[in-house]
Antibody, heavy 116, light 106 residues
Framework: QVQLQQSGAELAKPGSSVKISCKAS????????ISWIKQTTGQGLEYIGY????????YYNEKFKGKATLTVDKSSSTAFMQLSSLTPEDTAVYYC?????????WGQGTLVTVSS | DIQMTQSPSLLSASVGDRVTLSCKAS??????LNWYQQKLGEAPKLLIY???SLQTGIPSRFSGSGSGTDYTLTISSLQPEDVATYFC????????FGAGTKLELK
């Protein structure tokens, strides 16, 4: 069965970076893009962008350009998102999800807390 | 960005009720509209895609309709396990989500 397994919760200091992983299983990894979605209580669900897992091509929501960097390791069927120059506004649950139009498969979410 | 407005933000209903949730787009999204259910502490679950296509494994009491800017998710007979927050999402352009409707039991 399709599964997306994300890395564990992160506690980071302002100004630092974190890298979240999303390991896919149960399907051909390079056949589907991986999207990343941010969820906060205040802003709700926000689409960060996606990576073409075959070519490595990346597409970002304008709001997250410079904040998020998406990469992929095809050998391990894992997608990554690095968040840089963290501020308290980056505190959120981050999800990976398969595909780009509708999201039938989601990771379990990774809580990133930014605090000094 | 296309703005998605959901109403109501909070809905109380009884088991067995027919429940209707609304989602309005800031411009025509040509039926490129999905619905998700999210329970506390879980990832969202896809219920309906492309306005009215039921995702595999989702009970038939869930249905979707709409066109243009106005869309609806209907639960024909509310069950206790349907208590959750429901989100709409458009993909006519860069995906955006509504703020959600929280559904609780009366």
């Amino acid at each position: 069965q399709v599964q997306l397994q994300q890395s564990g919760a992160e506690l980071a200091k302002p100004g630092s970076s974190v890298k979240i992983s999303c390991k896919a299983s149960g399907y051909t990894f390079t056949s589907y893009d991986i999207s990343w979605i941010k969820q906060t209580t205040g802003q709700g669900l926000e689409y960060i962008g996606y990576i073409n897992t075959g070519s490595g091509g990346t597409y970002y929501n304008e709001k997250f350009k410079g904040k998020a960097t998406l990469t992929v390791d095809k050998s391990s069927s894992t997608a990554f998102m690095q968040l840089s120059s963290l501020t308290p506004e980056d505190t959120a649950v981050y999800y990976c999800a398969r595909d780009t139009n509708w999201f039938a498969y989601w990771g379990q979410g990774t809580l990133v807390t930014v605090s000094s | 960005d296309i703005q998605m407005t959901q109403s109501p933000s909070l809905l109380s209903a009884s088991v067995g009720d027919r429940v209707t949730l609304s989602c309005k787009a800031s411009q025509n999204i040509y039926k490129y509209l999905n619905w998700y259910q999210q329970k506390l502490g879980e990832a969202p679950k896809l219920l309906i895609y492309y306005t009215n296509s039921l995702q595999t494994g989702i009970p038939s009491r869930f249905s979707g309709s709409g066109s243009g800017t106005d869309y609806t998710l209907t639960i024909s007979s509310l069950q206790p396990e349907d208590v959750a927050t429901y989100f709409c999402q458009q993909y006519n352009s860069w995906p955006t989500f509504g703020a959600g409707t929280k559904l609780e039991l009366k």
